[in-house]
């Protein structure tokens, strides 16, 4: 029996090579060797975004097809949307009977997120109750390894402690959750800060050739190299760390040629502009085909809800019981 995994995003639109590098790209490998079940947090996104919903659904199919277009395949892992299943509302309703208010509190993200976001008004019940909300989407499919990149850490250490702290009063019954760190790379910005859609600093996987080169022209390079044959210092440069990234197989050469003052920026930015729209022939392809008929998405999207369905009903039953909801 293969390990059951359970990852999920918020629907953000269109995906960059950030979110590639940084988890999808790991989905892909672990469809294979884990049951897995990838789904759209669309209800998260609700957590920031309660007063911008209208495009709710485009951002969630555009993600999908960038998910399908880079290789996840519905074949091998389940695809669904977690507002298809209201069970996961149901078991965040228990989660948040028993949930001190005081562990939510004291979450980093949360702290810093409030500090961050002051455009709005995020100081609600939904906001704070983001990693109860997230335990529920693991556990509800009996979820045993969770794919997150470190900044996720500490829900996923939060949602152990409610899962214990609910084994303890109704009897042994959810698994605790494991975090599984990936080799992910990160993956800096055109700008030098961490990529991110909100910076308008982000190579997207959707970008045409020449939207891909023209980001890529923009990007900050050594800043004390002034003439085309001094002598670089590839470690401070924003293109050379895409690079290592897309042009492993000749990094050395690449930085020996900037170090010896050999090649210029502007030759090797469209080295690496080319080298990252050779990585991604077969995703415009695939992606293409999607968005001729982007209702194969929600089909498969419902396909995976239909899936799952029985196992979150499961879930319910059994938890109504051992709370005495039913008898
Ligand atoms: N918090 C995750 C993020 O921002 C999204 C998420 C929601 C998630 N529920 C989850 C991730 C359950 C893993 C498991 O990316
Ligand atoms: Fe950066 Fe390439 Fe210029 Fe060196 S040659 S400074 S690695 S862009």
Same mark, same amino acid.
């Given at each position: 029996m293969k390990k059951r995994i359970v990852s999920g995003n918020r629907p953000t639109g269109k995906l960059h090579i950030g979110h590639y590098h940084g988890a999808l790209q790991n989905w892909i490998e672990l469809q294979d060797k884990y049951d897995c079940f990838f789904f759209v947090a669309d209800w998260h996104a609700l957590t920031t975004k309660y007063d911008e919903t209208e495009n709710l659904r485009k951002d969630t199919e555009d993600m999908v097809i960038d998910w399908l277009a880079a290789?996840?395949?519905?074949?091998k892992c389940t695809i669904y949307r977690q507002s298809d299943l209201p069970e996961v509302a149901e078991l965040s309703l228990y989660f948040s009977m028993i949930t001190?208010?005081?562990?939510?509190?004291?979450?980093?993200?949360?702290?810093?997120?409030?500090?961050?976001?002051?455009?709005?008004? /995020?100081? !609600?019940? +939904?906001?704070?109750?983001?990693?109860?909300?997230?335990?529920?989407d693991i556990v509800l499919y009996h979820g045993e390894l969770v794919p997150v990149g470190e900044d996720q850490l500490p829900h996923l250490e939060l949602g152990r402690e409610i899962v214990r702290r609910f084994n303890y009063f109704y009897g042994q019954y959810f698994p605790e959750p494991q975090a599984v760190l990936s080799h992910t790379k990160?993956? /800096?910005? !055109?700008? +030098?800060r961490k990529m991110s859609k909100s910076?308008?600093?982000?190579?997207?996987?959707?970008?045409?050739?020449?939207?891909?080169l023209k980001k890529v022209q923009t990007m900050i390079t050594d800043p004390v190299r002034i003439?085309?044959?001094?002598?670089?210092?590839?470690?401070?440069c924003l293109v050379h760390g895409l690079h290592k990234i897309y042009s492993a197989d000749h990094i050395d050469e690449i930085v020996k040629e900037c170090k010896s003052g050999k090649i210029g920026c502007v030759e090797c930015k469209k080295l690496l502009a080319e080298r990252i729209n050779e990585s991604l022939v077969d995703f415009r392809a695939k992606r293409a085909e999607l968005e001729k008929d982007p209702g194969q998405v929600w089909k498969?999207?419902?396909?995976?809800?239909?899936?799952?369905?029985?196992?979150?009903?499961e879930t319910l039953r059994e938890i109504r019981k051992r709370i005495n909801i039913d008898g």
């Open positions: 290789g996840l395949n519905p074949s001190p208010i005081s562990w939510l509190e004291r979450c980093p993200t949360y702290k810093e997120m409030l500090k961050e976001i002051d455009y709005k008004d /995020i100081s !609600t019940h +939904g906001f704070l109750g983001y990693p109860i909300l997230q335990t529920a990160r993956v /800096i910005g !055109t700008d +030098g910076y308008g600093n982000s190579i997207n996987l959707s970008d045409s050739p020449k939207e891909i003439k085309r044959t001094d002598p670089g210092h590839p470690e401070v498969i999207l419902e396909f995976g809800a239909k899936k799952v369905r029985p196992i979150a009903q």
